[in-house]
Structure formats: C-alpha cells, structure tokens
C-alpha cells in the first residue's frame, strides 16, 4: 500500500495551493480519505477528511472555510485546495487512508490505517 502526497512548496500569505494524495488502497472506494498536518515541535493536527462515497466532508477548526477536501475515485487521488493560506498553515502534510468502518473518528490520526510520506507546505513573504 502506498499513499503519495505531493503539490507543497513556499507561498506567501493570502496564496493558494493544491495537494495531490494517490493511493494505491484497494478498493479506494471502500476508504475514507484524510489529510494531517504536523508543524515542528508540535503534534499532528488533522486537517480534513472525505468519506468513502466522496459526499461528506469533514473539516479541522483551523482550516474550515479555507481549505476544501475533494477526491476522485476512479484515479484513486485525493486533493486538498488550499486558499488564504497564513504563515500558520506551515507545516508537513500527510494523507491518510482508513477501510470502511462504522462509526470512524475522523479527526483521531490513530484511526487511520495507511500514511504517506508528507508533503511540506511553507508560507511566508
């Protein structure tokens, strides 16, 4: 199994960038999908997550209004639209991937079956 996360870089306040997770979980339609993130010296915060229909969404405090979540079963990708990015959006970000359950808890990282490697996003001027 492997999850690739990939679309980081350096963007200055009030920019805007898109994450791009490709999973390799079969069936992708059976997982519900999330993205983390962790700052240094800090722990791993979640972000948002998409249920394996793709038709509800699920969003962390920090980021809702700001950040969208959307995915594409058929390829298999996941995608994280960042915008009005502020420098306290610097961070690693990671996707991840949870099997189908009854009464999953989105926001918990231990939930979550499979991680790819992160992706770093910086903002800054």
């Known amino acids: 199994v492997q999850l690739q996360a990939s679309g980081g870089g350096l963007v200055q306040p009030g920019g805007s960038l898109r994450l791009t997770c490709v999973a390799s979980?079969?069936?992708?339609?059976?997982?519900?999908m999330a993205w983390f993130r962790q700052a240094p010296g800090k722990e791993r915060e979640f972000v948002a997550a998409?249920?394996?229909?793709?038709?509800?969404?699920n969003y962390g405090d920090s980021v809702k209004g700001r950040f969208t979540i959307s995915g594409e079963n058929l390829k298999k990708t996941v995608y994280l639209q960042m915008n009005s990015l502020i420098p306290e959006d610097t961070a690693a970000y990671y996707c991840?991937?949870?099997?189908?359950?009854?009464?999953?808890?989105?926001?918990?990282?231990?939930?979550?079956?499979?991680w790819g490697q992160g992706t770093q996003v910086t903002v800054s001027s």
């Open positions: 991840a991937a949870k099997y189908y359950s009854v009464g999953i808890k989105y926001r918990e990282a231990a939930t979550y079956d499979y």
């Open positions: 979980v079969h069936p992708f339609s059976s997982y519900t």
């Open positions: 998409i249920t394996r229909s793709r038709g509800y969404t």
